[in-house]
């Protein structure tokens, strides 16, 4: 499995960004793909996730804010990011775990098996 995120930048707050994690084939229907955050100084936090079933789940602090969707044909899961906050800078990770992970542990960094490089989202304020 082999992820590939891009797309983050340096935006004003309020303003919208659009993160792709390009995926080798099959990985978005065979495994859950999810994002997370890792601020300097600060733990990996779970943002969202997409199940392989296609079923959606955020945090708390983006719900209403952020928006994951995929595309199968062109192997791509995408973070719509609108009404960014400076508390939302960090580095975003896109990472795949197995699809029979229970709700629970969805948002667990240690249930997900691989992970992309990480691209940096920088929000002034």
């Known amino acids: 499995v082999q992820l590939q995120a891009s797309g983050g930048g340096l935006v004003q707050a309020g303003g919208s960004l659009r993160l792709s994690c390009v995926a080798s084939e099959r990985t978005l229907t065979t495994y859950n793909i999810a994002w997370f955050r890792q601020a300097p100084g600060k733990e990996r936090d779970f943002v969202a996730v997409?199940?392989?079933?296609?079923?959606?789940y955020y945090a708390d602090s983006v719900k209403g804010r952020f928006t994951i969707s995929r595309d199968n044909a062109k192997n791509t899961l995408y973070l719509q990011m609108n009404n960014l906050e400076p508390e939302d800078t960090a580095v975003y990770y896109c990472?795949?775990?197995?699809?029979?992970?229970?709700?629970?542990?969805?948002?667990?960094?240690?249930?997900?098996?691989?992970w992309g490089q990480g691209t940096q989202v920088t929000v002034s304020s």
């Open positions: 997409k199940r392989a079933s296609g079923a959606s």
């Open positions: 990472a795949a775990g197995s699809k029979t992970t229970i709700f629970s542990y969805l948002g667990s960094a240690d249930k997900y098996d691989y």
